[in-house]
């Protein structure tokens, strides 16, 4: 019974959507999008010798996952 008024609403919804004139900022729209200008992306000195670290021991383990799946593949 109320399948009527909700497709209305959502009638009035795309209508509005597709006819309005708006003015949207790309630029920004983009930099929100990839977190920012980049900035927040920077390990601190503090943490420098860490995330070398585990970056190693991801490397590591993308080499036995490489391996593990030659020997399934085989």
Do not use: H
Not at 12 to 38: C, H, I, M, P, W
Not at 39 to 47: K, R, V
């Amino acid at each position: 019974m109320g399948r009527g008024r909700a497709k209305a609403k959502q009638t009035k919804v795309a209508r509005n959507l597709k006819y309005r004139n708006t003015n949207t900022d790309f630029q920004s729209l983009e930099r929100e999008l990839r977190g920012g200008d980049g900035a927040g992306s920077e390990i601190p000195d503090a943490y420098a010798d860490l995330a070398d670290e585990y970056a190693d021991d991801a490397d590591e383990y993308d080499d036995e996952d490489d391996s593990a799946d030659l020997r399934r593949s085989s």
